[in-house]
């Protein structure tokens, strides 16, 4: 069986999480941000020490243990009864990342729509990984150097992956939006995306 699924693209700091969290808040909606389910890795965990290593790089963690993480991630969710598969819609924030990562999940992910959290603004991103950086701690987002190269992998990996699953599926919402009015824009859109 193949999971509901909506996808939330964006680049690092368009607001991702902030939506996705929201949605997770709603009755059968479950939110997963991949960077949440590595920064909650203990760090006796082998992982833990290869994605400190390659996002204080600014690199994507390689993809075959990204997906295993994220697939035990999904399982034990449903194990312990916070994921519901039949009943629930499940919003991925963050994965797939790339154009593998999507053929890689494309066996568990039924994609009913992409909202694509877009933003041409590179300064005001800047501004909110910054912000994000003295709020959560995250060294990632504190270097300008590491941001940019962020934003780079991101732009190079995006285009392929709205090709894999077809304008039909593409949202495109503004960004640069209030949280409010992105979220308004969300919830116009995802009724008849899940039905
Ligand atoms: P952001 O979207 O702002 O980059 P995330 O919390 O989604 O923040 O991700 C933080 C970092 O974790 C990424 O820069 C990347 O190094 C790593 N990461 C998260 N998700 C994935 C993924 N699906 N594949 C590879 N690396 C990932």
Not at 115 to 141: G, I, M, Y
């Amino acid at each position: 069986m193949k999971y509901k699924t909506i996808l939330l693209f964006g680049a690092p700091g368009a607001g991702k999480g902030t939506q996705g969290k929201i949605l997770g808040t709603i009755p059968h909606f479950f939110h997963c941000a991949c960077g949440d389910v590595f920064r909650s890795l203990s760090a006796s965990n082998p992982l833990a020490k290869i994605f400190i290593e390659y996002t204080g790089r600014g690199q994507l963690v390689p993809d075959e243990p990204t997906v295993k993480l994220w697939r035990n991630f999904i399982k034990n969710s449903e194990r312990v009864g916070r994921f519901h598969p039949k009943e629930d819609v499940l919003v991925l924030d963050g994965i797939p990342r790339n154009l593998h990562q999507a053929k890689m999940l494309d066996g568990v992910l039924d994609v009913r729509a992409i909202f694509f959290l877009h933003c041409k603004n590179f300064n005001s991103l800047v501004q909110r990984l910054q912000r994000r950086a003295l709020k959560e701690n995250r060294l990632d987002d504190a270097n300008l150097d590491v941001i940019r190269h962020r934003l780079k992998v991101y732009e190079q990996e995006t285009e392929p992956l709205l090709s894999f699953y077809g304008p039909k599926l593409v949202h495109r919402i503004d960004s640069t939006q209030s949280p409010t009015k992105v979220l308004r824009d969300v919830l116009g859109k995802i009724e008849k995306a899940i039905r």
